[in-house]
């Protein structure tokens, strides 16, 4: 079936997403952008990263390390925390450094404003793109704990709270950019 472009222009001009006038035409644009992100075009990748996860902390990882000696990872782990707190550092500069975007967040943000009028929106997604990164390199924590030989440190809690923090993380970015969304 192919639509004309005058029925096409209605449907832009009133396409209705979460209660708010949407133009498709931006709805387009930014799946095509953050589609162009590192991780965000196919839940394939991030889907395939997080099983890795579970099967390495879960089962590969203690099977490896049984018969040998924990590794001392101290001068790996600094730097690996140096760039998690730099990055998050990052992140929250990004939003205090924004024209607008903690008044946006505060008021806007559980009912968003039209995304044409919205200038903060690229900021917005820009940000959750670098929180969902910040989620999966949270992911090397428990890593770390499997190749230092802290099994116990590696509870259902911790893995559960890993996995789904970046699954979620991801759908946020992928699917309900710009809306409210409670991880």
């Known amino acids: 079936y192919c639509i004309s472009r005058e029925e096409m ?71 690996y925390n140096l760039i998690q707190v730099v990055y998050n550092f990052y992140l929250v500069a990004m939003l205090f450094t924004t024209d607008g975007a903690l008044s946006y967040l505060m008021k806007h943000y559980c009912h968003p404003i039209d995304s044409r009028l919205n200038p903060l929106r690229l900021v917005l997604c820009t940000a959750m793109w670098h929180y969902t990164v910040l989620k999966f390199m949270d992911l090397v924590d428990t890593v770390f704990f499997v190749l230092r030989k802290k099994q116990d440190h590696v ?10 923090m970046a699954l979620f993380s991801w759908a946020t970015l992928k699917y309900l950019r710009g809306e409210q969304a409670v991880l």
């Not at 259902?156 to 709270?161: E, G």
Request: glycine share 2%.
């Open 155 to 164: 509870t259902f809690l911790h893995v559960y709270h890993h996995s789904a």
């Open 9 to 79: 222009n209605v449907v832009m001009e009133n396409f209705t997403y979460n209660g708010t006038l949407r133009s498709v035409t931006q709805v387009l644009y930014e799946d095509a952008l953050v589609d162009s992100w590192v991780l965000t075009s196919s839940p394939a990748s991030i889907v395939s990263v997080v099983a890795a996860y579970l099967v390495f902390v879960l089962y590969a990882g203690p099977k490896i390390m049984e018969k040998k000696k924990a590794f001392d990872l101290k001068l790996a782990m600094m730097p």
